[in-house]
């Protein structure tokens, strides 16, 4: 079993920045890649950004050169360094984790963007 343990949302004013954190623990041997998506109140769940186990990188178009995706294999972590957060960002922002032997989800975080 796979577990994944999200840290970092919280309220943050226009303009500003806040980092998430998702650690995977359990049995990995290998994974394809892990991401970011989110979901908006009354939205579908959307992709933010993913990286694979190659160290390619894809963003979602709306958050381009705003937010930025990094890893640090040895500890099965994955960040997300968000910049330049508007109210359009607001959502509950959910770890994901793409295994050979399946899909795993983090508890969601909340980050919210507003004055």
């Known amino acids: 079993q796979v577990q994944l343990v999200e840290s970092g949302g919280g309220l943050v004013q226009p303009g500003g920045s806040l980092r998430l954190s998702c650690a995977a623990s359990?049995?990995?041997?290998?994974?394809?890649?892990m991401g970011w998506y989110r979901q908006a109140p009354g939205k579908q769940r959307e992709l933010v950004a993913i990286?694979?186990?190659?160290?390619?990188?894809e963003y979602a178009d709306s958050v381009k050169g705003r937010f930025t995706i990094s890893r640090d294999n040895a500890k099965n972590t994955v960040y997300l360094q968000m910049n330049s957060l508007n109210s359009e960002d607001t959502a509950v922002y959910y770890c994901?984790?793409?295994?050979?032997?399946?899909?795993?989800w983090g508890q969601g975080t909340q980050v919210t963007v507003s004055s």
């Open positions: 359990g049995r990995i041997f290998s994974m394809n890649f």
């Open positions: 990286i694979t186990s190659g160290g390619g990188i």
């Open positions: 994901n984790a793409n295994l050979p032997e399946g899909v795993y």
